[in-house]
């Protein structure tokens, strides 16, 4: 059973940092590209980053390069994503995403920015 269990979100000012964790299980998460998606309320769900299986490519939207960089120990079964000069922009439900027929989705952590 693919689980996918997020950690790290809260409540931060705009400029401040967070990072999320995700700890996988139920598959061999060496040979898998990880990804981070998030839901901004009334909005739909948005890629924000992708890791390669051995953490050598990334990718990101527009919207966070330069602040969120993606990284993963794969010896933890772990992917991260640290978040910095956040901006009430990046207010949402924070998943984390691995393949499979629909892809695999954690229950997700709330990051929320604001004054």
């Known amino acids: 059973q693919v689980q996918l269990v997020e950690s790290g979100g809260g409540l931060v000012q705009p400029g401040g940092s967070l990072r999320l964790s995700c700890v996988a299980s139920g598959f061999i998460f060496s040979s898998n590209a990880m990804s981070w998606h998030r839901q901004a309320p009334g909005k739909g769900r948005e890629l924000v980053a992708v890791i390669s299986s051995a953490g050598v490519s990334t990718n990101y939207a527009d919207s966070v390069k330069g602040r969120f960089t993606i990284s993963r120990d794969n010896g933890k079964n772990t992917v991260y994503l640290q978040m910095n000069n956040l901006n009430p922009e990046d207010t949402a439900v924070y998943y984390c995403?691995?393949?499979?027929?629909?892809?695999?989705w954690g229950q997700g952590t709330q990051v929320t920015v604001s004054s």
């Open positions: 995403v691995a393949p499979g027929p629909r892809n695999y």
